[in-house]
């Protein structure tokens, strides 16, 4: 029954849904030094203090392109990292390939969210004598990017994502 109603409200241009979840099972609440992969993917909890954060910066969503050639504008839906730009044009009167053509990113079409990145740090008084708290990045988008600054005391609430750096040449993963 709420997906339905969301989906309704979705269909809405003038409406913009931001759905919070409170009250989350203990089950799904972590101290930051206990996360482990089994909880890649899943919904978790981890309580904490903001240690820094970024400015907030626009991501683009849903980027706008046009091809060059016959004009047709169309929509790709864009991940985390670069902007992933078309191929070839969608139009069945066209679809000339991106080598023959160029696709010109329209941004006042495209569709944007705000982002921004957070560390939180283990709080330090539920450490045992002489450990370091730990850390862990977090991702706000939306309409909480801007909200929290180094020193609030937050309870966050996500997914938990795993995200592959190179440092030196060498791999490694990072939880946010």
Known sequence: KIRERINYW?????????????????????????????????????????RKNTEVLPRILNACFE???????????????????????????CGIEKGKARFKLITSDSVFVDTQKIEIQEN????????????????LEDD?????????????DGILMADQKMNAGTPLTEFS
């Open 144 to 156: 909480i990017s801007g909200k929290l600054f180094p020193g609030d005391r937050v309870t966050l």
């Open 10 to 50: 979705k269909e809405k241009d003038s409406v913009k849904i931001n759905l919070r979840i409170i009250d989350l099972p203990e089950d799904i609440k972590f101290e930051i030094r206990n996360i482990r992969s089994p909880e890649v993917g899943k919904l978790i909890s981890v309580t904490g203090i903001i």
């Open 124 to 139: 330090p008084e539920n450490l045992g004598g002489g450990a370091q708290p730990l850390r862990m990045a977090a991702i």
């Open 67 to 93: 091809c060059s050639v016959c004009g047709h504008r169309f929509y790709i839906s864009q991940g985390k990292g670069r902007v992933e730009e078309p191929t070839r044009c969608p139009s069945e009167k």
